[in-house]
Nanobody, 120 residues
Framework: QVQLVESGGGLVQPGGSLRLSCAAS????????MGWYRQAPGKERELVAG???????TYADSVKGRFTISINNAMNTGYLQMNSLKPGDTAVYYC??????????????WGQGTQVTVSS
């Protein structure tokens, strides 16, 4: 069994920064890709940033130049560095990972979500 646990959310003023972490643990696995999604009240869940094990990244237009996704394969942990935060970034942020488990193949896993609130 595999678990994804997010941390690092909280309340921050506009212009501030936060770093989210997503730690994968459990059975033997390797990370194929990891992504961060967010869902604001009344809105659909959207992809914020994604990264492959090879380091290729993708970002939503709304966060380009402000957010940076990274992954530490040795620690099985992914990160989302968020700078120049805006009130529009307020949402629950979810980590998702595509993990390969021997005997199980690749599967998608989700964390429980962490709240990010940008407000003065």
């Amino acid at each position: 069994q595999v678990q994804l646990v997010e941390s690092g959310g909280g309340l921050v003023q506009p212009g501030g920064s936060l770093r989210l972490s997503c730690a994968a643990s459990g059975s033997t696995f390797s990370i194929n890709a990891m992504g961060w999604y967010r869902q604001a009240p009344g809105k659909e869940r959207e992809l914020v940033a994604g990264i492959t094990s090879g380091g290729s990244t993708t970002y939503a237009d709304s966060v380009k130049g402000r957010f940076t996704i990274s992954i530490n394969n040795a620690m099985n942990t992914g990160y989302l560095q968020m700078n120049s935060l805006k009130p529009g970034d307020t949402a629950v942020y979810y980590c998702s990972a595509n993990l390969f488990r021997p005997g199980w193949g690749p599967n998608d896993y989700w964390g429980q979500g962490t709240q990010v609130t940008v407000s003065s």
